[in-house]
């Protein structure tokens, strides 16, 4: 099914197969299309595109009544219903035929036959509004199955009850989908609903179905890889070196928010190339990048905007300009915005020295003071300025090249702790390094990069240098 609002593509192009007898969870993000998806198949939305079969048949649902024709029912966060009106005149005033005159003593008698077979206990003549959250829910699920619907869709029928009780009633239910009598789609928030009643997921992303399968095939960590994109993504990336040769060959990767990607290999194979198309120094032929699931060109704006930093290798000739001051230096990235900038496009010196002092003194950087030319400065304290600045303003994208090269023990340990520092605070980092020793210390997970490509990829934990250091030289 597709479903648009305007521009919007709610939902693009989703399957979903239920067995009979199924209990399909479907999870996603705020705003992944999950209720529209359920209110599609109930014919409370024209879907744009799509179909619906019902045991191999195709079926048009003009409305929520040829949604219940069908055998569909549907639970919604919130109740439905009418406070007033007992239990038992809830259950039947949901029936859409509602005859005008109702058999009361008729109706009466085939609700308590229904409700032996049930599993709750419910006081049929007391008034909806009297009861408790779980109660009414469970009402609201009764009502359902008393109006022999045999697809039941429960839009986040939990949130609004304590653990106990949500336990109760999709157990409940799960004993009845196992018995045949009724199928699930649950829309939920909580993995640990799916994991503990489901026996398939779909997992939605901006509309898409991003991937699923059976529960018990899944992590809790794929499912929530699924539901959120990767803050940085490579999408087939290609990428030429200053002689028109590839050095970027269709590379794909993902960085996670919280996580430190480490790119081992030899340098010379793609590393440089890769990391001046992200930091905007040099363009792609073909690929692209996102950042947090969206489109990104490396300008100076997007690049602010989205909080990407890059830590060059050799940052005296990528990142500097030696016969600047370092207070210029450190103010590259924001010398055009406020304090720094003023009206008609001139810079204040001084607050532009304030920056500067302030950053020399939060970084430890050695030099004479901010108005000194960079040239004065020793290698590391060259590298401490350009990690200064861009590492001062909590990045969501780290990317660094070697950035320990040729540092002393002390500037090495401190440049480590605040790229750990960056990824505990949530940044995805891109750790690329010659240096297989720092790269086992640090990276959640490693890749190998040989000639272009990405050619061998292990968690940390599992990780064992002597199969790296192999793959470093040549495809496994
Ligand atoms: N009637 C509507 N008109 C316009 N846009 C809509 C309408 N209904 C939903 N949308 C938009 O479609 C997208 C998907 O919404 P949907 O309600 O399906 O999300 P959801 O996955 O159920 O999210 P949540 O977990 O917050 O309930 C959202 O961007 C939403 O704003
Ligand atoms: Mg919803």
Redesign the pocket.
Known sequence: MTKR?GA?T?LDDVSLRLAPGAFHAIL?E???????LVKCMMGYHRADAGRLLVDGQEHQVAGPRGAHHLGFGMVYQHFTLVPSMTVAENLILGRDDLPAVVAWAAERERMEAFLRRMPFRVDLDRAAGALAAGEKQKIEILKQLFLGRRVLILDEPTSVLTPDEADQILGVLRTMAREGQVTVVLITHKFREVEAFAHEVTV?RAGRRIGGGHVKDLTRGDLVAMMIPPMLAVEALTVLDDKALTAVRELSLAVGAGEILGVAGVSGNGQRELVETLAGQRSPEAGLIRVAGERYRPTRRQMRRRRVFVLPEEPLSNACVRTMTIAENLAFRNFDEPPIAVTGGFLSRRALHDRGRELIDRFKIRAAGPDASLDTLSGGNVQRTVLARELSQSPKVLVAQNPCAGLDVAATAEIRGRIMAARNAGAAVLFLSEDLDELMELADRIVVMFEGRLVYETARAAADPHVIGHSMASHL
């Open positions: 609002f919007l709610a996603g705020n705003g992944a299309g999950k209720s529209t939605l």
